[in-house]
């Protein structure tokens, strides 16, 4: 393999990773840079304080020094490069660079690509001519095309009800110019650059238009490719924001939808954001999906029967619902094959399968909770009327429509959730399946080892009862053995003083042993090393004070039992201190005798 510079590779990695051949025409090198790539790209975070526009500032870090003077601005000096702070003044350098929005943005060496599709006032889809519904924006062509932007309006602008426009490697200047054409609010790039799910509507004004956003991460499916993803393992921590393998053919992975609508009411534009990276939506697949919308029967009649054009809107969402279908198609065989491998009771594999459980488990939760912001996407279309339908004939017509379909999706949403819930509980039944498995795999290994200690236990016992049965007649020969007076005369010791000899070895090595014990219940817990070693005499104390304590407790009894009239005076005379020094004289008089 050729070596590659890591300037390169650098390189690579600031302009999007996209064009790996511009560097070397090599494959092998191609593979590793790209590998690089994987490696180095930041993973998105759902920051959410970027998706807020309803704050009263563009949100910067708390270490931000907001007192530091930044470089003057004059607005109406920079047109279109001047976006957002010419339009939105609180959008200065510190919160565009804290948001990330402009060095998100795909910087390939490959030029921008916008696609477009119009729906006619009579609702029919229309491609526009060869030539302009693909529009490449390089940086020679960028004047040319804020050119035609403006030219747009008078020109091309006929008899269309809603242009659409679909972005492909959304750069610095095309970002800018479209802010600045169409007045988009900056949250809508710095919420789909760092894909925060939100949606919020803006610039509302009756009778006129208006502006809605919607950015909605979805699952979609993706086919393994040898290029090899970068997916969780066994090795690494559980992340729900990486591609899910499926230990088949298939690789879950989180794709974006981000739209911008602008609502008018003589014609509408929308405007989509793909992100720059491998294996996502792009703004041409999204494109040839609107294209075979326009052939259906269905929407058609609705684009006849209503001038909204929000409905081309609710169009792009059921390209989410598809993908989240699909995916869940792929899951349930999963989960499935999960199963069977656990009902095989394989354990060499039982580790991995449940590290696979547990990472599915994760996954799921968090797209019940990406499931969520679809439902709140969908509720929020249905619950924001265009205001230029306002003064429309057939106003009633619409919002009939509108309700219809968007409930229509939010039934498709709810099939999923519930189908999302019964593949968490399946994968909880199959975790517990799991944990039985091994539980009853362990109880019959303890079950052996025990059927074995009882084994060993009747040998033992049966070795206890040869050594009863031969004790005596190793106690009598030893005796017999022994060189003492008493057995053989004319020998030098006797048994008086082996005898002696052996109670003194015995109560050394009792002292030795107890004092020596960390624990025992001769002496207390924690007692010192001289208090062990004199254990002898606080235990012979303590059996004496045990011992004596009945005859202490009997003595002190005697005279009350013997006592048998204090009782009823006492009790007579429990509140009169009178009775009380009569009782204790007549006491007195009664023990004294």
């Known amino acids: ?159 269309v009800r809603v242009r659409a426009l679909f972005v492909d490697n959304l750069s610095e200047s095309v970002l800018k110019m479209l802010g600045t054409k169409y007045n988009i609010e900056a949250f809508f790039f710095s919420s789909s650059t760092n894909w925060i799910p939100s949606r919020y509507r803006e610039e509302v004004r009756h009778g006129v238009g208006d502006h809605i956003t919607v950015i909605l991460p979805f699952i979609r499916t993706k086919k393994r490719s040898l290029s090899g993803m970068k997916c969780n393992d066994r090795k690494n921590a559980i992340d729900v924001m990486a591609p899910l393998s499926l230990h088949g053919e298939h690789v879950l992975l989180i794709d974006l939808l981000a739209v911008h609508m602008i609502r008018e009411k003589n014609s509408s534009t929308i405007i989509t954001y793909h992100p720059p990276l491998r294996d996502r939506t792009t703004a041409e697949r999204l494109y040839q999906v609107m294209e075979r919308a326009g052939g259906s029967v269905y929407w058609d009649k609705i684009f006849v029967a209503s001038e909204d054009p929000t409905f ?32 095989g009771s394989d354990f060499t594999a039982m580790a991995n399968i449940n590290h696979s459980l547990h990472s599915l488990q994760a996954h799921l939760l968090q797209y019940q909770a990406l499931l969520h912001d679809f439902e709140k996407s969908v509720a929020f279309v249905m619950e924001t009327p265009n205001p230029a339908m306002e003064k429309s004939e057939n106003r009633a017509t619409t919002q009939e429509l509108m309700q219809r379909e968007c409930k229509n999706l939010l039934f498709e949403i709810d099939r999923l959730h519930r189908r999302c819930s019964i593949f968490i509980s399946r994968l909880k039944n199959a975790i517990d399946l799991a944990f039985a498995t091994v539980n009853i795999e362990d109880s019959r290994q303890t079950h052996k080892l025990t059927m074995a200690t009882l084994r060993d236990s009747a040998v033992m016992k049966l070795i206890s009862y040869l050594t009863m049965v031969f004790l005596p007649a190793s106690l009598t020969a030893s005796v017999f053995g022994m060189n003492v ?49 004199a254990w002898p005499a606080f235990f012979f104390l303590r059996k004496i004070i045990e011992c004596s304590k009945p005859f202490w407790i009997k003595v002190k009894k005697t005279p009350q039992e013997n006592n048998t009239s204090l009782g009823p005076i006492r009790r007579r005379g429990c509140n009169s201190s009178t009775l009380m020094f009569d009782d204790a004289m007549f006491e007195e008089d009664v023990i004294g005798g």
Not at 117 to 128: A, C, H, L, S, Y
Not at 315 to 321: D, G, K, N, P, R
Not at 504 to 526: D, F, R
């Open 1 to 159: 393999m050729l070596p590659v510079p890591w300037h390169v590779i650098q390189q690579h990695i600031k302009y999007g990773g996209r064009n790996a051949e511009v560097f070397d025409s090599s494959a092998s090198v191609r593979v590793l840079i790209f590998l690089a790539f994987e490696t180095f790209r930041k993973t998105y975070l759902f920051r959410y304080r970027h998706a807020a526009p309803s704050g009263p500032w563009p949100w910067v870090d708390f270490h931000t020094d907001l007192s530091s003077s930044e470089p003057p601005f004059r607005k109406g000096e920079h047109e279109w490069r001047g976006y957002p702070q010419e339009l939105f003044g609180n959008w200065s350098p510190i919160p565009v660079a804290r948001s990330e929005m402009l060095t998100q943005s795909a910087r390939t060496l490959r030029p921008c690509v916008i696609y477009c599709i119009d729906v006619t006032g009579e609702g029919q889809f229309k491609t526009r001519e060869q030539g302009l519904h693909r529009v490449e924006v390089s940086e020679e062509k960028e004047n040319e095309f804020w050119s035609k932007l403006q030219e747009e309006e008078s020109i091309v602008r006929k008899n």
């Open 312 to 343: 081309f809107f609710l169009v792009i969402l059921w390209y989410a619902l598809y993908a989240w279908d699909e995916s869940f198609e792929v899951l349930y065989n999963r989960i499935k094959d999960l199963e069977v491998i656990l009902n």
């Open 485 to 533: 007076r008493e057995i053989y005369p004319g020998t030098l010791e006797t048994i008086t003083r082996y005898v002696w000899v052996t109670l003194l070895l015995t109560l050394v090595t009792t002292w030795t042993v107890i004092a020596l014990q960390p624990y025992s219940t001769i002496h207390k817990p924690g007692a010192s090393m001289w208090r062990k070693a």
